[in-house]
Protein backbone atom coordinates (compact mmCIF):
# COMPACT_ATOMS: atom_id res chain seq x y z
CA UNK A 1 0.00 0.00 0.00
CA UNK A 2 2.39 2.81 1.13
CA UNK A 3 4.57 1.89 -1.70
CA UNK A 4 1.53 2.69 -4.52
CA UNK A 5 1.22 6.50 -2.70
CA UNK A 6 2.94 9.21 -4.16
CA UNK A 7 5.40 11.25 -2.31
CA UNK A 8 3.59 14.47 -2.71
CA UNK A 9 1.22 16.39 -0.92
CA UNK A 10 -1.26 16.29 -3.64
CA UNK A 11 -0.47 12.53 -4.48
CA UNK A 12 -1.25 11.62 -0.95
CA UNK A 13 -4.47 13.66 -0.87
CA UNK A 14 -5.42 11.35 -4.30
CA UNK A 15 -4.27 8.36 -3.37
CA UNK A 16 -4.70 7.91 0.51
CA UNK A 17 -7.74 9.95 1.00
CA UNK A 18 -9.41 10.27 -2.42
CA UNK A 19 -9.98 13.99 -3.03
CA UNK A 20 -9.35 15.63 -5.90
CA UNK A 21 -7.96 18.73 -4.89
CA UNK A 22 -6.94 20.82 -1.63
CA UNK A 23 -9.23 23.63 -0.06
CA UNK A 24 -7.90 26.56 0.03
CA UNK A 25 -5.07 27.27 2.80
CA UNK A 26 -4.84 23.29 2.81
CA UNK A 27 -1.71 23.26 0.02
CA UNK A 28 -0.02 26.25 1.83
CA UNK A 29 -0.38 25.05 5.42
CA UNK A 30 0.96 21.70 4.22
CA UNK A 31 4.11 23.29 1.89
CA UNK A 32 4.90 24.94 5.39
CA UNK A 33 5.01 21.95 7.46
CA UNK A 34 6.83 20.04 5.20
CA UNK A 35 9.52 22.37 5.33
CA UNK A 36 9.23 22.29 8.85
CA UNK A 37 8.11 25.47 9.53
CA UNK A 38 5.77 26.27 12.66
CA UNK A 39 2.86 27.37 12.10
CA UNK A 40 -0.62 28.48 13.37
CA UNK A 41 -3.81 27.74 11.65
CA UNK A 42 -7.42 29.12 12.29
CA UNK A 43 -10.10 27.68 10.31
CA UNK A 44 -13.40 27.15 10.72
CA UNK A 45 -15.11 23.65 12.13
CA UNK A 46 -15.74 21.67 9.23
CA UNK A 47 -13.13 23.62 7.19
CA UNK A 48 -10.80 20.47 6.99
CA UNK A 49 -7.79 21.19 9.45
CA UNK A 50 -6.98 17.57 10.21
CA UNK A 51 -5.30 17.11 6.31
CA UNK A 52 -2.98 20.04 7.30
CA UNK A 53 -1.41 17.96 9.34
CA UNK A 54 -2.15 13.90 8.49
CA UNK A 55 -0.72 14.59 5.25
CA UNK A 56 2.78 15.59 6.23
CA UNK A 57 2.42 13.06 8.84
CA UNK A 58 2.38 10.42 6.32
CA UNK A 59 5.08 12.41 4.26
CA UNK A 60 7.41 13.27 7.11
CA UNK A 61 9.38 10.50 8.79
CA UNK A 62 8.73 9.30 12.17
CA UNK A 63 5.53 9.50 14.01
CA UNK A 64 3.41 12.87 13.92
CA UNK A 65 2.43 13.19 17.68
CA UNK A 66 -1.50 15.02 17.64
CA UNK A 67 -2.45 16.37 21.21
CA UNK A 68 -6.05 16.66 21.52
CA UNK A 69 -8.82 16.83 24.34
CA UNK A 70 -11.63 15.53 22.60
CA UNK A 71 -11.10 12.07 23.58
CA UNK A 72 -14.37 10.68 21.75
CA UNK A 73 -13.00 12.61 18.19
CA UNK A 74 -9.52 10.54 18.48
CA UNK A 75 -11.65 7.41 18.16
CA UNK A 76 -13.34 8.62 15.01
CA UNK A 77 -10.36 10.25 13.60
CA UNK A 78 -8.21 6.99 13.92
CA UNK A 79 -10.30 4.90 12.84
CA UNK A 80 -10.94 7.25 9.58
CA UNK A 81 -7.57 6.80 8.88
CA UNK A 82 -6.80 3.16 9.13
CA UNK A 83 -10.07 2.98 7.21
CA UNK A 84 -7.52 4.77 4.91
CA UNK A 85 -4.88 2.39 5.33
CA UNK A 86 -3.21 5.36 7.43
CA UNK A 87 -1.22 3.56 10.35
CA UNK A 88 -2.74 5.87 13.02
CA UNK A 89 -3.65 5.05 17.45
CA UNK A 90 -4.77 6.58 19.95
CA UNK A 91 -3.33 6.43 23.32
CA UNK A 92 -5.87 7.73 26.28
CA UNK A 93 -7.38 6.95 29.45
CA UNK A 94 -9.86 4.93 27.54
CA UNK A 95 -7.27 2.55 26.58
CA UNK A 96 -6.93 -0.78 29.07
CA UNK A 97 -3.41 -1.79 29.86
CA UNK A 98 -3.00 -4.57 27.23
CA UNK A 99 -3.78 -2.26 24.23
CA UNK A 100 -1.33 1.13 25.52
CA UNK A 101 1.37 -0.96 25.77
CA UNK A 102 0.44 -2.44 22.05
CA UNK A 103 0.13 0.85 21.25
CA UNK A 104 3.36 2.02 22.62
CA UNK A 105 5.14 -0.94 21.31
CA UNK A 106 4.06 0.26 17.55
CA UNK A 107 5.15 4.12 18.60
CA UNK A 108 8.51 2.01 19.72
CA UNK A 109 9.23 0.42 16.63
CA UNK A 110 8.27 2.83 13.92
CA UNK A 111 5.10 1.75 13.06
CA UNK A 112 3.02 4.45 13.49
CA UNK A 113 2.46 7.61 11.16
CA UNK A 114 0.34 9.05 13.92
CA UNK A 115 -0.55 8.86 17.23
CA UNK A 116 -2.86 10.63 19.02
CA UNK A 117 -2.19 11.33 22.59
CA UNK A 118 -4.51 13.37 25.55
CA UNK A 119 -2.54 15.73 27.03
CA UNK A 120 -2.91 13.97 30.34
CA UNK A 121 -0.56 11.06 29.00
CA UNK A 122 1.40 13.15 27.03
CA UNK A 123 2.83 14.78 30.02
CA UNK A 124 3.29 11.56 31.86
CA UNK A 125 6.81 11.64 32.63
CA UNK A 126 8.52 8.94 31.03
CA UNK A 127 6.25 9.17 27.94
CA UNK A 128 7.58 12.40 26.83
CA UNK A 129 11.18 11.23 27.61
CA UNK A 130 10.44 8.12 25.36
CA UNK A 131 9.34 10.49 23.29
CA UNK A 132 12.53 12.24 22.74
CA UNK A 133 14.39 9.15 21.74
CA UNK A 134 12.11 9.08 18.79
CA UNK A 135 11.78 10.53 15.53
CA UNK A 136 8.86 12.73 15.52
CA UNK A 137 7.43 14.24 12.14
CA UNK A 138 5.26 16.67 13.95
CA UNK A 139 3.82 18.33 16.79
CA UNK A 140 -0.14 19.00 15.86
CA UNK A 141 -1.77 20.96 18.60
CA UNK A 142 -5.71 20.49 17.93
CA UNK A 143 -8.13 22.82 19.37
CA UNK A 144 -5.24 25.43 20.42
CA UNK A 145 -7.29 27.71 21.97
CA UNK A 146 -7.67 25.65 25.07
CA UNK A 147 -3.83 26.21 25.90
CA UNK A 148 -5.14 30.21 26.53
CA UNK A 149 -6.97 31.80 29.29
CA UNK A 150 -8.72 34.15 27.31
CA UNK A 151 -9.82 31.70 25.21
CA UNK A 152 -13.40 30.24 26.03
CA UNK A 153 -12.24 26.28 26.85
CA UNK A 154 -9.53 27.17 28.98
CA UNK A 155 -8.06 23.43 29.76
CA UNK A 156 -5.69 23.49 32.93
CA UNK A 157 -4.62 20.07 31.97
CA UNK A 158 -3.17 22.37 28.07
CA UNK A 159 -1.30 24.47 30.01
CA UNK A 160 1.65 22.79 30.24
CA UNK A 161 2.13 21.68 26.44
CA UNK A 162 3.79 25.10 26.13
CA UNK A 163 6.57 23.68 27.68
CA UNK A 164 6.90 20.96 24.40
CA UNK A 165 8.32 23.24 22.20
CA UNK A 166 11.82 23.28 24.29
CA UNK A 167 11.57 19.35 24.50
CA UNK A 168 11.83 19.00 20.94
CA UNK A 169 13.49 22.27 18.97
CA UNK A 170 13.91 20.76 15.98
CA UNK A 171 10.40 18.84 15.20
CA UNK A 172 8.00 21.40 13.39
CA UNK A 173 4.70 22.79 15.39
CA UNK A 174 1.28 23.42 14.13
CA UNK A 175 -1.66 24.62 16.38
CA UNK A 176 -4.66 24.61 15.32
CA UNK A 177 -8.58 25.92 16.51
CA UNK A 178 -11.56 26.75 15.14
CA UNK A 179 -11.78 29.39 17.38
CA UNK A 180 -9.87 32.52 18.57
CA UNK A 181 -10.45 35.93 18.78
CA UNK A 182 -7.11 38.63 18.05
CA UNK A 183 -6.46 38.28 21.90
CA UNK A 184 -6.66 34.72 22.13
CA UNK A 185 -4.51 34.00 19.52
CA UNK A 186 -1.39 36.37 20.30
CA UNK A 187 -1.92 34.12 23.21
CA UNK A 188 -1.94 31.06 22.11
CA UNK A 189 0.94 32.24 20.13
CA UNK A 190 3.19 33.35 23.06
CA UNK A 191 2.18 30.34 25.15
CA UNK A 192 3.18 27.36 22.63
CA UNK A 193 6.70 29.33 22.10
CA UNK A 194 6.00 28.97 18.05
CA UNK A 195 9.00 30.05 16.52
CA UNK A 196 8.22 32.78 13.44
CA UNK A 197 5.20 31.00 12.94
CA UNK A 198 3.70 30.74 9.76
CA UNK A 199 -0.07 32.13 10.55
CA UNK A 200 -2.63 31.33 8.28
CA UNK A 201 -6.26 32.46 8.74
CA UNK A 202 -8.88 31.17 6.57
CA UNK A 203 -12.19 33.22 6.15
CA UNK A 204 -14.76 32.37 8.85
CA UNK A 205 -17.48 33.16 6.55
CA UNK A 206 -20.59 31.37 6.16
CA UNK A 207 -22.64 32.91 3.71
CA UNK A 208 -25.63 30.53 3.24
CA UNK A 209 -26.58 31.08 7.15
CA UNK A 210 -28.49 33.54 7.09
CA UNK A 211 -28.76 35.27 11.05
CA UNK A 212 -31.77 36.80 12.61
CA UNK A 213 -31.82 38.12 16.20
CA UNK A 214 -35.66 39.13 17.77
CA UNK A 215 -36.27 40.46 20.94
CA UNK A 216 -37.20 37.51 23.23
CA UNK A 217 -40.70 38.42 24.27
CA UNK A 218 -42.78 35.19 24.16
CA UNK A 219 -40.53 32.66 23.40
CA UNK A 220 -42.02 29.64 22.80
CA UNK A 221 -44.00 31.06 21.12
CA UNK A 222 -41.59 32.90 18.84
CA UNK A 223 -39.94 29.27 18.39
CA UNK A 224 -43.35 27.87 16.75
CA UNK A 225 -43.93 30.28 14.89
CA UNK A 226 -40.16 30.52 13.10
CA UNK A 227 -40.84 26.58 13.01
CA UNK A 228 -44.04 27.20 11.09
CA UNK A 229 -42.79 29.55 8.87
CA UNK A 230 -40.48 27.78 7.42
CA UNK A 231 -42.91 25.28 6.21
CA UNK A 232 -44.61 21.54 6.30
CA UNK A 233 -41.41 19.51 5.54
CA UNK A 234 -39.84 17.95 7.97
CA UNK A 235 -35.99 19.38 8.21
CA UNK A 236 -33.08 19.15 11.10
CA UNK A 237 -32.22 21.45 13.45
CA UNK A 238 -31.13 22.08 16.63
CA UNK A 239 -32.34 24.65 19.33
CA UNK A 240 -29.84 25.83 22.40
CA UNK A 241 -30.96 26.42 25.46
CA UNK A 242 -29.01 27.08 28.27
CA UNK A 243 -29.97 25.19 31.50
CA UNK A 244 -31.28 21.27 31.20
CA UNK A 245 -34.69 22.34 33.02
CA UNK A 246 -35.32 24.41 29.87
CA UNK A 247 -34.47 22.24 27.45
CA UNK A 248 -36.63 19.13 29.07
CA UNK A 249 -39.59 22.29 28.76
CA UNK A 250 -39.08 23.29 25.04
CA UNK A 251 -38.30 19.83 23.81
CA UNK A 252 -41.58 18.57 25.53
CA UNK A 253 -43.40 21.56 23.93
CA UNK A 254 -42.51 21.07 20.56
CA UNK A 255 -43.30 17.17 21.01
CA UNK A 256 -46.44 18.36 22.14
CA UNK A 257 -47.18 20.66 19.22
CA UNK A 258 -46.45 17.35 16.81
CA UNK A 259 -42.84 17.81 16.33
CA UNK A 260 -40.49 15.35 16.38
CA UNK A 261 -38.27 16.38 19.03
CA UNK A 262 -35.58 15.12 21.56
CA UNK A 263 -34.03 16.44 24.32
CA UNK A 264 -30.04 16.36 25.28
CA UNK A 265 -27.99 17.20 28.06
CA UNK A 266 -25.53 16.01 30.13
CA UNK A 267 -27.72 14.98 32.92
CA UNK A 268 -29.34 12.15 30.29
CA UNK A 269 -27.91 8.44 30.88
CA UNK A 270 -25.08 8.34 28.04
CA UNK A 271 -27.33 5.73 25.94
CA UNK A 272 -30.15 8.48 25.64
CA UNK A 273 -27.46 10.62 24.59
CA UNK A 274 -26.11 8.79 22.16
CA UNK A 275 -28.86 7.73 20.77
CA UNK A 276 -30.70 10.82 20.07
CA UNK A 277 -27.24 11.72 19.02
CA UNK A 278 -27.19 8.85 16.46
CA UNK A 279 -30.82 9.09 15.28
CA UNK A 280 -30.48 12.59 14.26
CA UNK A 281 -27.62 11.95 12.47
CA UNK A 282 -29.68 9.44 10.55
CA UNK A 283 -32.55 11.88 10.66
CA UNK A 284 -35.00 9.83 12.68
CA UNK A 285 -35.31 12.87 14.67
CA UNK A 286 -36.11 16.56 13.09
CA UNK A 287 -35.17 18.31 16.10
CA UNK A 288 -32.94 17.88 18.84
CA UNK A 289 -33.37 20.20 21.81
CA UNK A 290 -30.41 20.69 23.91
CA UNK A 291 -27.58 22.48 26.10
CA UNK A 292 -24.18 23.33 24.31
CA UNK A 293 -23.42 19.58 25.16
CA UNK A 294 -24.56 18.41 22.24
CA UNK A 295 -22.17 19.45 19.77
CA UNK A 296 -18.65 17.68 19.67
CA UNK A 297 -18.92 15.67 16.72
CA UNK A 298 -21.71 16.61 15.20
CA UNK A 299 -20.96 16.10 11.41
CA UNK A 300 -24.27 16.53 9.85
CA UNK A 301 -24.34 18.07 7.09
CA UNK A 302 -28.42 19.09 6.33
CA UNK A 303 -28.84 20.86 9.57
CA UNK A 304 -31.18 23.63 7.92
CA UNK A 305 -31.54 25.71 11.18
CA UNK A 306 -30.14 26.70 15.02
CA UNK A 307 -32.16 28.36 17.29
CA UNK A 308 -30.28 29.87 20.71
CA UNK A 309 -33.50 30.38 22.87
CA UNK A 310 -30.97 31.88 25.31
CA UNK A 311 -28.43 34.56 24.67
CA UNK A 312 -24.68 32.22 24.75
CA UNK A 313 -22.05 33.90 26.69
CA UNK A 314 -19.58 34.66 24.05
CA UNK A 315 -19.31 35.08 20.25
CA UNK A 316 -16.88 32.31 20.20
CA UNK A 317 -19.89 29.70 21.23
CA UNK A 318 -22.58 31.34 19.09
CA UNK A 319 -20.61 31.19 15.52
CA UNK A 320 -19.50 27.70 16.96
CA UNK A 321 -23.26 26.56 17.09
CA UNK A 322 -24.85 28.49 14.15
CA UNK A 323 -21.75 27.41 12.13
CA UNK A 324 -23.48 23.37 12.73
CA UNK A 325 -26.14 24.55 10.03
CA UNK A 326 -25.96 24.80 6.27
CA UNK A 327 -22.48 22.49 5.93
CA UNK A 328 -24.01 21.31 2.85
CA UNK A 329 -23.66 24.84 1.80
CA UNK A 330 -27.66 25.03 1.02
CA UNK A 331 -29.18 27.92 2.58
CA UNK A 332 -29.68 27.65 6.12
CA UNK A 333 -31.00 29.63 9.21
CA UNK A 334 -29.76 31.36 12.12
CA UNK A 335 -32.31 32.67 14.96
CA UNK A 336 -31.49 34.15 18.12
CA UNK A 337 -34.15 34.76 21.03
CA UNK A 338 -32.35 37.97 22.54
CA UNK A 339 -34.14 39.00 25.84
CA UNK A 340 -32.73 41.56 28.27
CA UNK A 341 -33.18 39.62 31.23
CA UNK A 342 -30.68 36.47 29.66
CA UNK A 343 -28.25 39.67 29.93
CA UNK A 344 -28.89 40.03 33.80
CA UNK A 345 -28.12 36.86 34.14
CA UNK A 346 -25.91 36.04 32.13
CA UNK A 347 -23.44 39.11 33.46
CA UNK A 348 -24.76 37.77 37.25
CA UNK A 349 -22.94 34.46 36.44
CA UNK A 350 -19.53 36.68 35.30
CA UNK A 351 -19.48 39.12 38.23
CA UNK A 352 -20.48 35.74 40.68
CA UNK A 353 -16.57 34.37 38.82
CA UNK A 354 -13.87 34.01 41.78
CA UNK A 355 -10.84 34.58 39.33
CA UNK A 356 -10.69 38.43 37.82
CA UNK A 357 -9.05 38.00 35.21
CA UNK A 358 -11.45 35.37 33.99
CA UNK A 359 -14.05 38.01 35.03
CA UNK A 360 -12.09 40.24 32.76
CA UNK A 361 -12.16 38.20 29.94
CA UNK A 362 -15.71 36.74 29.84
CA UNK A 363 -17.50 40.00 30.81
CA UNK A 364 -15.86 41.27 27.68
CA UNK A 365 -17.01 38.60 25.61
CA UNK A 366 -19.92 38.86 27.38
CA UNK A 367 -20.63 42.57 26.17
CA UNK A 368 -19.39 41.70 22.62
CA UNK A 369 -22.18 39.14 22.63
CA UNK A 370 -24.83 41.50 23.50
CA UNK A 371 -23.11 44.20 20.98
CA UNK A 372 -23.73 41.38 18.29
CA UNK A 373 -27.57 41.04 19.65
CA UNK A 374 -28.42 45.20 19.80
CA UNK A 375 -26.04 46.36 16.50
CA UNK A 376 -27.93 47.99 14.05
CA UNK A 377 -25.29 47.26 11.46
CA UNK A 378 -25.09 43.94 9.30
CA UNK A 379 -24.52 41.02 11.55
CA UNK A 380 -22.54 39.32 9.14
CA UNK A 381 -19.88 42.50 9.87
CA UNK A 382 -20.31 42.59 13.14
CA UNK A 383 -19.88 38.83 13.53
CA UNK A 384 -16.69 38.39 10.96
CA UNK A 385 -15.13 41.70 12.38
CA UNK A 386 -15.33 39.88 15.80
CA UNK A 387 -12.38 37.28 14.12
CA UNK A 388 -10.72 40.19 12.87
CA UNK A 389 -11.65 39.97 9.39
CA UNK A 390 -13.04 43.11 8.33
CA UNK A 391 -15.50 43.30 5.57
CA UNK A 392 -16.58 46.19 3.43
CA UNK A 393 -20.15 45.55 1.80
CA UNK A 394 -23.09 44.36 4.34
CA UNK A 395 -24.18 40.99 3.52
CA UNK A 396 -28.06 40.78 2.30
CA UNK A 397 -28.51 37.59 4.16
CA UNK A 398 -29.02 38.63 8.10
CA UNK A 399 -32.19 40.46 9.50
CA UNK A 400 -30.87 44.02 9.33
CA UNK A 401 -29.78 43.62 5.61
CA UNK A 402 -33.13 42.35 4.19
CA UNK A 403 -35.27 44.43 6.83
CA UNK A 404 -32.98 47.47 7.84
CA UNK A 405 -34.31 49.02 11.28
CA UNK A 406 -36.39 52.46 10.43
CA UNK A 407 -35.59 55.14 13.00
CA UNK A 408 -37.52 57.80 14.78
CA UNK A 409 -36.90 60.94 16.49
CA UNK A 410 -36.69 59.83 20.30
CA UNK A 411 -35.84 62.61 21.66
CA UNK A 412 -39.29 63.26 23.62
CA UNK A 413 -39.87 59.85 24.33
CA UNK A 414 -36.01 59.43 25.56
CA UNK A 415 -36.89 62.62 27.53
CA UNK A 416 -39.60 60.92 29.41
CA UNK A 417 -38.07 57.58 29.82
CA UNK A 418 -34.91 59.46 31.63
CA UNK A 419 -36.46 61.54 33.27
CA UNK A 420 -39.14 58.64 34.94
CA UNK A 421 -36.04 56.73 36.11
CA UNK A 422 -34.78 59.73 37.88
CA UNK A 423 -38.23 60.25 39.98
CA UNK A 424 -37.98 56.86 40.72
CA UNK A 425 -34.62 57.53 42.83
CA UNK A 426 -32.71 55.46 40.03
CA UNK A 427 -34.00 52.68 42.67
CA UNK A 428 -35.84 50.44 40.16
CA UNK A 429 -35.17 48.00 37.13
CA UNK A 430 -36.69 48.15 33.42
CA UNK A 431 -40.15 46.85 34.01
CA UNK A 432 -41.38 48.60 36.69
CA UNK A 433 -40.03 51.96 34.88
CA UNK A 434 -41.97 51.12 31.84
CA UNK A 435 -44.85 50.30 34.28
CA UNK A 436 -44.93 53.87 35.69
CA UNK A 437 -44.42 55.33 32.06
CA UNK A 438 -47.37 53.44 30.93
CA UNK A 439 -49.29 54.29 33.58
CA UNK A 440 -50.73 51.08 35.12
CA UNK A 441 -52.18 50.49 37.98
CA UNK A 442 -51.38 47.74 40.18
CA UNK A 443 -50.82 46.63 43.68
CA UNK A 444 -46.67 46.88 43.77
CA UNK A 445 -47.91 50.62 42.27
CA UNK A 446 -50.22 51.66 44.78
CA UNK A 447 -47.86 50.14 47.34
CA UNK A 448 -45.00 52.12 46.21
CA UNK A 449 -47.08 54.83 45.88
CA UNK A 450 -46.20 55.67 42.44
CA UNK A 451 -49.36 56.73 40.82
CA UNK A 452 -48.22 59.98 42.83
CA UNK A 453 -45.21 60.77 40.51
CA UNK A 454 -45.01 63.43 37.99
CA UNK A 455 -43.76 61.00 35.88
CA UNK A 456 -46.84 58.43 36.20
CA UNK A 457 -48.27 57.36 33.00
CA UNK A 458 -46.58 59.81 30.73
CA UNK A 459 -45.60 57.73 28.08
CA UNK A 460 -49.36 56.13 27.41
CA UNK A 461 -48.25 56.67 23.39
CA UNK A 462 -46.23 53.62 23.44
CA UNK A 463 -46.69 50.11 24.11
CA UNK A 464 -44.90 48.04 26.75
CA UNK A 465 -42.89 46.55 24.28
CA UNK A 466 -42.17 49.67 22.69
CA UNK A 467 -40.64 51.22 25.68
CA UNK A 468 -39.07 48.28 26.61
CA UNK A 469 -36.72 48.78 23.43
CA UNK A 470 -36.63 52.45 23.85
CA UNK A 471 -34.70 51.70 27.25
CA UNK A 472 -33.05 49.04 25.87
CA UNK A 473 -31.23 51.28 23.31
CA UNK A 474 -30.58 53.81 25.81
CA UNK A 475 -28.61 51.35 27.81
CA UNK A 476 -26.88 50.43 24.41
CA UNK A 477 -26.18 53.84 23.80
CA UNK A 478 -24.96 54.54 27.52
CA UNK A 479 -27.67 57.14 28.29
CA UNK A 480 -28.60 54.71 31.09
CA UNK A 481 -27.11 52.16 33.04
CA UNK A 482 -28.31 48.71 34.50
CA UNK A 483 -26.85 48.14 37.79
CA UNK A 484 -26.21 44.55 38.00
CA UNK A 485 -24.78 44.81 41.37
CA UNK A 486 -28.20 46.03 42.42
CA UNK A 487 -31.11 44.09 41.28
CA UNK A 488 -30.34 45.48 37.71
CA UNK A 489 -31.42 48.80 38.90
CA UNK A 490 -31.82 51.87 35.89
CA UNK A 491 -29.41 54.81 36.75
CA UNK A 492 -28.92 57.64 34.61
CA UNK A 493 -25.40 58.46 33.31
CA UNK A 494 -23.99 61.95 32.70
CA UNK A 495 -24.46 61.64 29.09
CA UNK A 496 -28.12 61.33 30.16
CA UNK A 497 -28.12 64.87 31.18
CA UNK A 498 -27.38 66.12 27.44
CA UNK A 499 -31.07 64.39 26.57
CA UNK A 500 -32.56 65.63 29.57
CA UNK A 501 -31.74 69.14 29.01
CA UNK A 502 -31.94 69.55 24.87
CA UNK A 503 -29.05 69.53 24.15
CA UNK A 504 -29.13 66.23 21.84
CA UNK A 505 -31.63 65.35 19.09
CA UNK A 506 -32.15 61.54 19.59
CA UNK A 507 -32.39 59.46 16.77
CA UNK A 508 -33.52 55.08 17.85
CA UNK A 509 -34.65 51.83 16.03
CA UNK A 510 -38.38 51.16 15.94
CA UNK A 511 -38.88 48.16 17.81
CA UNK A 512 -38.34 45.50 14.96
CA UNK A 513 -39.95 42.46 16.42
CA UNK A 514 -43.80 42.18 15.33
CA UNK A 515 -43.70 39.15 17.77
CA UNK A 516 -44.92 40.91 21.00
CA UNK A 517 -45.84 43.99 19.88
CA UNK A 518 -49.43 42.79 21.34
CA UNK A 519 -48.02 41.28 24.57
CA UNK A 520 -49.76 42.09 27.85
CA UNK A 521 -48.44 45.70 29.64
CA UNK A 522 -45.44 44.91 30.62
CA UNK A 523 -45.68 41.39 29.43
P1 LIG B 1 -12.12 20.60 10.84
O1 LIG B 1 -11.15 19.76 11.65
O2 LIG B 1 -11.51 21.87 10.33
O3 LIG B 1 -13.42 20.82 11.52
P2 LIG B 1 -12.11 18.31 9.13
O4 LIG B 1 -10.66 18.17 9.01
O5 LIG B 1 -12.84 17.38 10.03
O6 LIG B 1 -12.47 19.81 9.52
O7 LIG B 1 -12.76 18.28 7.67
C1 LIG B 1 -14.12 18.48 7.48
C2 LIG B 1 -14.61 17.64 6.34
O8 LIG B 1 -14.11 18.12 5.10
C3 LIG B 1 -14.18 16.19 6.44
O9 LIG B 1 -15.26 15.37 6.09
C4 LIG B 1 -13.04 16.09 5.45
O10 LIG B 1 -12.89 14.78 4.98
C5 LIG B 1 -13.48 17.06 4.36
N1 LIG B 1 -12.34 17.59 3.60
C6 LIG B 1 -11.24 18.18 4.10
N2 LIG B 1 -10.40 18.57 3.11
C7 LIG B 1 -10.97 18.22 1.94
C8 LIG B 1 -10.61 18.35 0.55
N3 LIG B 1 -9.46 18.92 0.18
N4 LIG B 1 -11.47 17.87 -0.36
C9 LIG B 1 -12.63 17.29 0.02
N5 LIG B 1 -13.03 17.13 1.28
C10 LIG B 1 -12.22 17.59 2.25
ZN1 LIG C 1 -26.06 41.49 6.58
Redesign the pocket.
Same mark, same amino acid.
Given at each position: MASERANTPLGV?QSV?G?????SH?ADIIEDVMAGQDCFVL???? &? &????CYQVPAILRSGTAIVVSPLIALMQDQVSALKANGVKAAYYNSTLDVQTADQVLMQLHTGQLDLLYVSPERLFNHTFLQQLQQLPIALFAIDEAHCVSQWGHDFRPEYRQIGQLRTFFPQVPFIALT?TADEATRQDILQRLHLQQPKVHISSFDRPNIRYTVLEKRQPMKQLLRFLEARGEVQESGIVYCLSRKRVEEVASQLQAGGYNAQAYHAGLPGEVRHSVHQRFIRDEVDIVVATVAFGMGI?KPNVRFVVHYDLPKNIEGYYQETGRAGRDGLASEALLLYGAQDVVTARHFVENQPDEHQRRVEGFKLSSMVDFAESQTCRRRVLLNYFSEATDSDCGNCDICLNPPEFFDATVSAQKALSCVYRLNQGYGLRHVVEVLRGQDNERIRQLNHQALSTYGIGREHSAAEWDSILRQLIHLGYLLQDIQQYSVLRLTEKAGEVLKGQVCLQLAKPRNPIGKTTRPGG
Open positions: LFYEVFRQMPTG &G &GKSLAD
